[in-house]
């Protein structure tokens, strides 16, 4: 007997996964204008659905909502809001890799390690490709935490705080902090982690954000 068709994303959903990525991932910037009829060319839908993602957004503080005559526009930040990010990046951060630290499995610091990329030669940084493997490795770290308190906390603020440490990231130091994280990670050592970790995010980390 066949087996049953996976459930379909709803055009909607779909779209506002998709425009999610790019905002956190730096390639809709802050103050970007998020014209349904263009969206909708891009994703082949009406303009409802593109709506529809965009009120999502909207309600995930990534998105501005838009007037009469205005279209919404990809928030931006505020000194203040960017202050109070990094008070909770730096709590939740450390949280989730004590945990992560403390509950890995085999299996899971194998796939944890192929989320590193790996050092070109002559030093080049794929600035995008380093981008991604952040997000990424963050996002399988809350994974292995296995925490249902920590995964509902990420889920109030973790859009807005992945948007801001893209936007902050600085490539060529993003994978040296990659590679530092995954050995202690891998080795069990809770504090070693929370070390690496409060270097990576010592005070000012977010003031490139500022300047933007």
């Known amino acids: 007997m066949a087996s049953e068709p996976a459930a379909r994303v709803p055009e909607a959903k779909r779209i506002q996964i998709a ?21 909708g060319e891009e994703f082949g839908v009406s303009r409802l659905p ?12 990534l998105v501005v909502p838009g007037g009469a005559r205005s279209p919404a526009t990809v928030r931006g930040f505020d000194d203040e809001e960017l202050d109070a990010l990094s008070v909770v990046h730096a709590t939740l951060e450390r949280l989730v890799i004590r945990w992560a630290a403390m509950r890995r499995t085999a299996e899971q610091v194998e796939a944890l390690r192929l989320i590193v990329p790996e050092t ?16 990424e490795f963050r996002a ?3 994974v292995m935490a296995d ?35 995954y050995r202690a990670i891998a ?4 504090e070693l982690a929370e070390t690496v970790l ?14 933007a």
């Open 140 to 142: 399988y770290l809350f």
């Open 50 to 61: 593109v709506r529809q993602a965009i009120q999502g957004l909207v309600a995930e503080q």
């Open 187 to 190: 080795l069990g050592d809770a």
């Open 198 to 211: 409060g270097e990576y995010i010592a005070p000012g980390k977010f003031d490139s954000a500022k300047r």
């Open 120 to 135: 070109a030669l002559d030093g080049a940084v794929d600035a995008a490709a380093m981008r991604r493997a952040v997000l």
């Open 147 to 181: 925490s249902p308190i920590l995964d509902e906390l990420n889920q109030l603020v973790g859009a807005r705080v992945t948007q801001v440490i893209s936007h902050a990231l600085e490539p060529a130091v993003a994978g040296h902090y990659l590679e530092a994280l």
């Open 19 to 39: 425009l999610r990525q790019q905002i956190v991932e730096g390639q809709r910037v802050p103050g970007t204008p998020l014209v349904e009829r263009s969206i």
